[in-house]
């Protein structure tokens, strides 16, 4: 966030009840069990389908909708904007990583921390994985960084 743009002081308990509600979605639809991501997968359950389906469908409407109300974020007045990313080398590997790595896990980052709230303690050792795989992604970007800054010159 920029510094020209004040947080309203509900803005952070908001993101947690948004994240409690996420969260209760997630374990009501059965989505924070892996087995049924996995299911989904394997093409043998398409409820995922149902459940992702809808949350685009009720996003893409409030993004789309919120702009002719709107100028600007309601609690961090931060105007609307598009980020373009441009489909690169790193987004394919690093969307292909994620692939990989939500296919063997069986469950998305976000389920995953829904999934140790109906009990699937197991999955800490996912979310370690990621934890670790963020980091190690890091290090290697920060360290390849380095690399690339020009030497600077001694007076």
């Not at 970007?141 to 001694?154: I, Q, V, Y």
């Amino acid at each position: 966030m920029s510094a020209d743009h004040e947080q309203h002081p509900l803005f952070m308990p908001l993101v947690f009840v948004g994240g409690l509600i996420f969260g209760f979605g997630l374990g009501f639809s059965h989505m924070a069990q892996p087995e049924i991501v996995l299911n989904f997968l394997q093409f043998e359950d398409f409820g995922l389908l149902f459940v992702m389906g809808g949350a685009a469908v009720v996003t893409g409407i409030t993004f789309f909708g919120i702009t002719y109300v709107r100028s600007s974020a309601p609690f961090t007045g931060a105007p609307y904007a598009r980020r373009l990313k441009t489909l690169d080398r790193n987004v394919v590997l690093g969307g292909g990583i994620f692939g990989v790595g939500w296919g063997l896990s069986g469950i998305c980052p976000g389920a995953a921390y829904a999934s140790l709230g109906v009990g699937n303690v197991a999955i800490l050792y996912g979310i370690v994985g990621m934890f670790l795989g963020a980091y190690v992604q890091g290090y290697w970007r920060s360290a390849r960084a380095e690399g690339d800054a020009p030497a600077s010159t001694a007076d």
